[in-house]
């Protein structure tokens, strides 16, 4: 699924946002796997962070500049990132932690 030539900042944002719509999936909508709607989702934010045009020195979607995500899809993410941030420390806390810290990072 990621390809050889993202950085590893693209990976482990890739991972990130996994990590977050499949907690929300699972608490949500109560299946292992992505229902389709969360499928969907899914497979558009890695297309998306695939062309991030800023590669290593992605900032946290939250700070971008640039929104990339079609309004309706923005809006997905946005639920599942409210619902699962908070979440992320008790079910991923590594993950959680690294990407709170990446925060921080001033936006080039």
């Not at 993202?6 to 990976?11: H, V």
């Not at 992505?34 to 992605?58: I, V």
């Not at 992320?88 to 959680?96: D, Q, S």
Request: net charge positive; proline share 6%.
């Amino acid at each position: 699924m990621i390809r050889l030539s993202e950085s590893k900042k693209i990976e482990q944002d890739k991972k990130t946002v996994e990590a977050m719509i499949r907690l929300y999936c699972k608490e949500q909508h109560g299946g292992e796997q992505l229902c389709p709607d969360c499928q969907e989702l899914f497979q558009y934010a890695m297309l998306r962070l695939s062309k991030c045009k800023f590669g290593e020195d992605k900032p946290t979607c939250g700070k971008c500049p640039v929104h990339c995500y079609k309004p309706d899809m923005r809006e997905k993410i946005l639920q599942v990132m409210k619902f699962s941030g908070p979440r992320m420390l008790r079910a991923h806390p590594i993950t959680a932690v690294r990407h709170l810290l990446q925060g921080f990072k001033k936006v080039k």
